[in-house]
């Protein structure tokens, strides 16, 4: 079990209970974090499940795939820190994960 | 196009749903026209995942969206289905007790005894870039599709996005526009890279800017346009003069003008009976990811089911007090003839 916070823009937070090999886009929808729309159920084909990366752990969480930085073109505000969450793997190591959310995803 | 089209159905949405809804209600002699906002079949399997593999359609083991599209078109061939590909349906009206006109945004309009809603997620749509007071410029100097090339002739266009879209519309737009500048947050891009090789000459020809970077505001008056703020991405923030923008995002899914034809609708989904998929208006039907039941699994599996039994209920409106006598394709030569296969 991995605790992960979603940081939403008006600064709210909720932390959820990811289990290991889920996405982190999962683990949002599933506990109905607003803000994750997910339209393409995690095919990595819509761009909107678009987070940021809280800087302590942007090196935990990896570094973005290929497909996710041709899909991040269809994302608005894109920073360093941008990351698709269907693309990133809950695993023990994510314990504590903290990424905020856009104010909208489009 | 005032021209009237006659038919028994209309079937919104070309996904699977909507095309396996074709063939069943083709079975029982109900014609159909479909009509889909994309410019081809296959719904969120040609839009969202053409190349990605699917795993639970039953007896096909992995497919592609692509795949699973070409086979619904070669399986409900034998019925020719119609299809009005670029048109949302915008109105669905009932007319007296029995039939339907449904209107679409391209001018098509169609009499029909039933509706079928196969709309998935709803219609594809541009995304609309979140920045602030962006509303105000639109349709005036901020375009999400190109209607008219005309309209930008002469123009000082501003292009964003690194996708097909952007790309093409760059090579497109360059020789008529006035000035021409492609913003993209990265030196690559997602599109053809047939497309990014013309779009370097042009630039390196000194024809049009290719600049990197993101939009953060807009500046105008009276909704027209004249600059559109960056930041680059060394992080300092620069004016593009432009008077008319294109964002090219890709599209995302909105329930769009469902909303407005007098349907029950429940979180954005449409409510129907698991005997006959129709929805609170005897002889519209919705079916596929669009429609909801207890129990509902949004499986383009159900959504086949679906259009079987909306199908029975079909066949009872058109042909009132006649039996339906229940027959398989394997053993039935009067299906097979339909079938063209015997």
């Not at chain 1, 990366?53 to 994302?75: C, H, Q, S, T, Y």
């Not at chain 2, 049009?208 to 505001?217: E, P």
């Not at chain 2, 992080?235 to 407005?260: I, Q």
């Amino acid at each position: 079990m991995a605790k992960i916070t979603f940081i939403q823009h008006n600064g709210t937070e909720q932390t959820v209970d990811g289990l290991p090999g889920m996405s982190v886009m999962e683990t949002a929808v599933k506990n109905q974090v607003p803000g994750i729309d997910a339209d393409c159920g995690g095919a990595c084909a819509c761009a909107t499940c678009h987070v940021y990366i809280e800087p302590d752990w942007v090196e935990k969480a990896g570094a973005r795939n290929p497909m996710e930085e041709d899909m991040l073109d269809f994302a608005f505000d894109v920073r360093d820190n941008s990351r698709l969450s269907c693309q990133i793997k809950v695993s023990d190591a994510l314990d504590g994960l903290r990424v905020k959310v856009p104010e909208k995803q489009f | 196009m005032s021209d009237v089209i006659t038919t028994d159905a209309v079937i919104i949405g070309a996904g699977p749903c909507g095309l396996f809804a074709v063939f069943e209600l083709g079975l029982l002699d109900i014609r159909c026209h479909v009509v889909d906002i994309l410019d081809r079949p296959g719904g969120q399997c040609a839009e969202l995942y053409p190349e990605k593999p699917i795993y639970d359609i039953p007896a096909l083991p992995v497919v592609t969206g692509a795949e699973l599209t070409s086979r619904l078109l070669e399986q409900i061939k034998p019925f020719h289905p119609e299809f009005h590909y670029n048109h949302m349906v915008t109105a669905v009206k009932k007319l007296g007790d029995a039939d339907f006109e449904v209107e679409t945004d391209g001018g098509l309009k169609f009499r029909s005894k039933v509706v079928v809603i196969a709309a998935g997620g709803g219609s594809f749509q541009p995304k609309k870039p979140p920045i602030p007071g962006i509303e105000a410029y639109e349709n005036g100097s901020v375009f999400y599709s190109v209607k008219k090339m005309d309209a930008l002739r002469g123009k000082d266009v501003l292009i964003v996005g690194g996708g097909d879209s952007a790309l093409d519309w760059t090579i497109n737009l360059q020789p008529i526009a006035r000035s021409l500048t492609l913003l993209h947050r990265r030196d690559d891009f997602r599109a053809a890279p047939d497309s990014v090789k013309k779009m370097r000459e042009l630039a390196e020809a000194g024809k049009m800017s290719f600049k990197l970077g993101q939009v953060t505001g807009l500046k105008g008056d009276n909704g027209v346009l004249s600059a559109a703020t960056v930041k680059g991405n060394d992080g300092a923030s620069f004016d593009v003069a432009c008077n008319a923008m294109l964002p090219f995002f890709g599209l995302t899914m909105k329930l769009g003008p469902v909303a407005e034809w007098g349907l029950n609708l429940h979180e954005n989904l449409i409510p129907v009976d698991t005997e006959k998929f129709e929805t609170s208006v005897e002889g519209i039907f919705a079916i596929g990811d669009i429609n909801t039941y207890p129990g509902k699994l949004k499986l383009i599996l159900s959504g086949f089911h679906e259009a079987a039994l909306m199908a029975q209920k079909v066949f009872k409106l058109k042909n009132p007090g006649e039996r339906l006598m229940f027959q398989y394709t394997t053993s039935s030569s009067n299906l097979q003839k339909k079938l063209g296969v015997s």
